[in-house]
């Protein structure tokens, strides 16, 4: 039922990508009433990998750089470290450190590490790397939050309209319904009657469910049965909002990182929203095999409103290319 270590960052970083200014308002308030949003934020996620190649430690796929503006117009280069692993992780701390000092000895920029930690360890709580020998120290103290810290704030998330409100609560859910998966199957229900409960748009149902749907998996069977719920919650509510069109994306899942799948998966939606595509087309999709853009593809085709619009926004922009 849980997900490979491996890959338990990727629906993160989505939301992360989607979210980033409600991230910061929720984790860390005081930071995103620092900044200057007119400006606006750049995800430097190319330059980033380029500074974890180098520094050749740990995983090398977790983290976010981002460049924000503060209110005073000093330029920042913000580092955003997300932990989402089930278990503790010993370097940990060094890690933060190396990307720190790595990003910093590159723009030259002050460099905000934070981490938010989603294990399920109590105690873990790293926040400092430091050594020292004969009288020399280096160091860095890091911002973190803890998802488990949220364990008993359950009515004050439900009434939150933050999206990270439902994200945390659907981590403590997935925690505490690990060897449960009937309790499971009802929880997650709740939680994704919420989003439309809430007003939440389309969009934002979509990309949230997305979220509980991967952290909350089901057997086959109880995945079955939820999806027969929820097809007829959507009915009555007249909001088909997940079970029709992005159901096939969703469902089926682009975490699985089989890149068959997911082409054909793509195929699938452009096909049901808009009619069969051109042979052209199709030809192009086939040649990607790259995960990551597949995956930005599919955003692209459950967002926009035609195939031509999908075409002119994508394809005209390089993307097949």
């Avoid at 860390?28 to 190319?46: A, Q, T, V």
């Avoid at 796929?61 to 005073?72: A, E, G, S």
């Amino acid at each position: 039922m849980e997900q490979n270590s491996q890959d338990y960052d990727s629906p993160w970083k989505d939301i992360l990508e989607v979210y980033f200014r409600e991230f910061l308002k929720f984790f860390f308030p005081e930071i995103e009433s620092d900044l200057n949003w007119e400006k606006g934020y750049d995800f430097l996620d190319k330059e980033f990998q380029s500074i974890v190649k180098e520094a050749e430690t740990g995983r090398k796929h977790l983290d976010k750089l981002i460049r924000v503006w503060r209110k005073d117009d000093k330029e920042t280069w913000l580092l955003i470290h997300i932990e989402v692993q089930g278990t503790r992780e010993a370097d940990f701390s060094e890690r933060m450190y190396v990307y720190n000092y790595r990003t910093y000895d590159r723009y030259r920029r002050p460099v905000a590490s934070l981490a938010v930690l989603a294990d399920e360890s109590v105690l873990w709580r790293p926040e400092r790397f430091v050594y020292e020998i004969w009288g020399c120290e280096a160091s860095l103290r890091f911002p973190v939050v803890k998802i488990l810290d949220y364990n008993n704030s359950e009515k004050k998330l439900l009434e939150e309209t933050n999206p990270f409100a439902i994200v945390v609560l659907s981590q403590l859910k997935a925690m505490e319904t690990r060897n449960d998966p009937e309790a499971r199957t009802t929880l997650k229900f709740d939680l994704v009657k919420r989003l439309y409960q809430k007003g939440y748009k389309k969009k934002d149902v979509v990309q949230l469910f997305s979220f509980i749907d991967w952290v909350m998996s089901l057997p086959e069977e109880l995945s079955q049965r939820f999806w027969d719920r929820l097809i007829s919650f959507e009915e009555g509510y007249k909001m088909p909002y997940v079970t029709s069109v992005e159901k096939i994306g969703i469902k089926k899942g682009l975490q699985q990182g089989m890149l068959l799948e997911a082409r054909e998966m793509l195929v699938e939606v452009l096909n049901e929203r808009f009619g069969r595509i051109s042979a052209k087309l199709s030809e192009q999709l086939k040649g990607i095999d790259s995960r990551e853009r597949l995956k930005a593809l599919l955003r692209q085709a459950l967002q926009v409103k035609s195939l031509n619009e999908f075409e002119g926004r994508v394809i005209k922009n390089n993307e097949l290319s």
